[in-house]
């Protein structure tokens, strides 16, 4: 009787541990690799576009997740992704304003910036990729500004942690 009490625990324990080993699809890249998520609340520094990463609350899912990441090209700074990144990216409600985002590391924010379109006729004083050109181009171009580079815009495109995961990994370039 005490064999069978004993191999009844040890079964309900095994079932617990390795019940909670397991992680959702829908978690299986989040936190680790490079990825983009939308902002879900953030504020902006005074009289700009610049986003305060202090007051930066990220959405609870990536819009580009790590396996979306196909190849980066540290010169360029631009990103090959997938078919699926690039209709997550269609599908957001584009405003001329921006919509902000947060590139990842690990888990981590390393920069800012807004998804900024083309049809704006507002220009923007902080990190840019345009979702439209992205659509046709096939990948995302990290700029720093729009339209066009804007000077005093710090430059963390090429930070160590995103270059040292995508080397790692072989998705970069150069």
């Known amino acids: 009787m005490k064999k069978v009490v004993?191999?009844?625990?040890?079964?309900?324990?095994?079932?617990?541990?390795?019940?909670?080993?397991?992680?959702?699809?829908?978690?299986?890249?989040?936190?680790?690799?490079?990825?983009?998520?939308?902002?879900?609340?953030?504020?902006?520094?005074?009289?700009?576009?610049?986003?305060?990463?202090?007051?930066?609350?990220?959405?609870?899912?990536?819009?580009?997740?790590?396996?979306?990441?196909?190849?980066?090209?540290?010169d360029e700074h631009t990103y090959k992704v997938s078919d699926r990144a690039l209709d997550a990216i269609k599908n957001i409600d584009h405003s001329v304003s921006g919509v902000a985002f947060a590139v990842t590391a690990n888990g981590r924010v390393v920069y800012t910036g807004y998804f900024w379109p083309m049809f704006s006729s507002a220009s923007c004083n902080w990190v840019t990729?345009?979702?439209?050109?992205?659509?046709?181009?096939?990948?995302?171009?990290?700029?720093?500004?729009?339209?066009?580079?804007?000077?005093?815009?710090?430059?963390?495109?090429?930070?160590?942690?995103i270059i040292s995961i995508l080397s790692r990994d072989k998705k970069l370039i150069k």
């Open 6 to 74: 004993f191999l009844t625990f040890c079964a309900c324990v095994a079932a617990l541990l390795l019940s909670g080993c397991t992680k959702g699809i829908d978690n299986l890249f989040s936190s680790d690799g490079v990825e983009i998520y939308l902002l879900k609340a953030y504020k902006t520094v005074e009289n700009s576009q610049k986003i305060d990463e202090k007051s930066v609350v990220l959405k609870s899912t990536p819009v580009v997740r790590y396996a979306d990441i196909l190849s980066y090209n540290s």
């Open 129 to 161: 990729i345009d979702p439209i050109i992205a659509e046709y181009a096939k990948e995302l171009k990290v700029t720093l500004g729009y339209p066009g580079d804007w000077e005093g815009v710090e430059d963390r495109r090429n930070d160590e942690r």
